[in-house]
């Protein structure tokens, strides 16, 4: 089955702690992004890569980090200096630099500092 | 800079009753893309469509159509015969074809839809 999988699906943090969210496709698409998702709002773009081992800021970078290292991983790390990181974090991919570049998006990780 | 506004932040209606999202969006691009996703309670968006700037024909996928208006830049969607398990956050999002910024999805901010038996 392909997909793309993100762990955990909850997720508590410490504040001042760093947290890595997982993000995993097994669809071979070249780009993948990460978005925010507040109560009641739109998703707003935090990170974006079009291709392994390069990467580029979205709209609301300060306080995450990001590494592709692999094609089919991009794992999201919340640092401390996120002032407020509590927000659904959703994983998403495409096929890339072709036609139409819908995003297919994974369950995503509900994360609440406590 | 690129913009997504949805006006409707909730609808409710009875089972069976037809529903229009609205979508209104604004772009300096010549050539983009335009997509509707569905955000059932469980939280994954579902893609449900895109749009071609170029291309203006209308869709229609079963209960769902798809009314793009490059004039008045707006691209609306309609469920007819609305049922229970159409019940979702319903997202528009833009996106460039072409340049550096390709791929960057513009969400709006969503239309919560509940529909009752």
């Known amino acids: 089955d392909g997909g793309i999988t993100q762990s955990p699906k909850y997720l508590f943090r410490k504040e001042g702690q760093n947290v890595t969210l997982s993000c995993e496709q097994n669809l071979n698409h070249d780009a993948m992004y990460w978005y925010r998702q507040d109560p009641g709002q739109g998703l707003r773009l935090i990170y974006y890569?079009?291709?392994?081992?390069?990467?580029q800021k979205g709209d609301i970078a300060e306080g995450y980090s990001v590494s592709r290292e692999k094609k089919e991983s991009f794992p999201l790390t919340v640092t401390s200096a996120q002032k407020n990181p509590t927000a659904f974090y959703l994983c998403a991919s495409s096929i890339g630099r072709v036609k139409g570049n819908e995003q297919f998006f994974g369950p995503g990780t509900r994360l609440t500092v406590l | 800079a690129q913009k997504v506004t949805q006006a409707q932040t909730e609808i409710s209606v009875v089972e069976k009753e037809d529903v229009t999202l609205d979508c209104v969006y604004e772009t300096r691009d010549t050539t983009y893309y335009l997509f509707w996703y569905k955000q059932p309670p469980s939280g994954e968006l579902v893609f449900l469509i895109r749009r071609n700037s170029f291309d203006e024909q209308n869709e229609i996928s079963g209960r769902y159509s798809w009314n793009f208006q490059k004039s008045t830049s707006s691209f609306n969607f309609t469920i007819t015969a609305s049922q229970v398990v159409d019940s979702a956050v319903y997202f528009c999002?833009?996106?460039?074809?072409?340049?550096?910024?390709?791929?960057?999805?513009?969400f709006g901010q969503g239309t919560i839809l509940t529909v009752h038996p």
């Open positions: 890569s079009q291709i392994v081992n390069d990467f």
């Open positions: 999002a833009l996106s460039p074809a072409g340049g550096t910024s390709y791929g960057k999805l513009t």
